[in-house]
């Protein structure tokens, strides 16, 4: 299995409601990776996790929070969103050692706030 | 032509071109980069990659140019086909321990019949 999955497909939610994006490789992979893209734009950084320890945090407001229950998978758990945090959401996987190496991207999720 | 748009620049070739996409990236000590294409509404998917000490990759109908000096990735689609449309991003990789990339800002392909 060669393939990094995401559900849902597309959400739409309130300023006040809490959601999650999910996200899951079945590669054998040690990190993992939240971006966040916006339209007719480069992926941003969010969070990496490393060996299911998060290791880095791009300043991301606190509304944003990740979880990786377990090596396989890696959460967003969304709370207080607003209208400007709309865009796709990717995650992506990369075997985590052995040097630099290409990351796997999944179809990512595309958030709507209203 | 390649023409600077809003907020995306655009190449529009022919099909059966040859096509050249240009990325210029920031950090001289990056040691890995990437291609990666983006069709409307899907992840980016790998494409090519090139370490840093190489200048030249090759793949089927595409190639990776490195210049460090001036530091310069280049992508080459040979024979573009209209299911060569789509952005393509350059990424560099900065911290080797976590594979972490820095993308570049896109170029979008568009490929006439």
């Known amino acids: 299995d060669t393939e990094v999955t995401q559900t849902p497909k597309h959400l739409v939610m309130g300023m006040t409601n809490k959601k999650s994006l999910k996200c899951e490789q079945h590669?054998?992979?040690?990190?993992m990776y939240w971006y966040k893209q916006k339209a007719k734009k480069p992926p941003e950084l969010m969070f990496v996790y490393s060996y299911e320890k998060l290791s880095i945090n791009e300043s991301v407001p606190s509304r944003f929070s990740p979880e990786c229950p377990n090596s396989s998978l890696l959460n967003l758990h969304l709370h207080a969103l607003q209208p400007e945090d709309s865009a796709l959401y990717l995650c992506a996987s990369s075997p985590g050692s052995g040097g630099p190496n290409e990351q796997f991207f999944g179809p990512g999720t595309r958030l709507t706030v209203l | 032509g390649e023409s600077v748009g809003l907020h995306l620049p655009t190449l529009s070739v022919q099909e059966g071109d040859n096509s050249i996409i240009n990325c210029a990236y920031s950090n001289s000590a990056s040691d890995y980069f990437i291609w990666y294409k983006q069709e409307s509404g899907k992840g980016p998917q790998f494409i090519i990659d090139i370490r840093s000490n190489m200048d030249k990759r090759q793949g089927q109908r595409v190639t990776v140019l490195l210049n460090k000096t001036v530091k310069h990735l280049s992508l080459q689609i040979a024979a573009t086909q209209p299911g060569d449309s789509a952005v393509y991003f350059c990424?560099?990789?900065?911290?080797?321990?976590?594979?972490?990339?820095?993308f570049g800002k896109g170029t979008m392909l568009l490929v006439s019949p």
């Open positions: 590669m054998g992979h040690r990190a």
């Open positions: 990424a560099e990789i900065l911290n080797s321990g976590y594979s972490t990339l820095t």
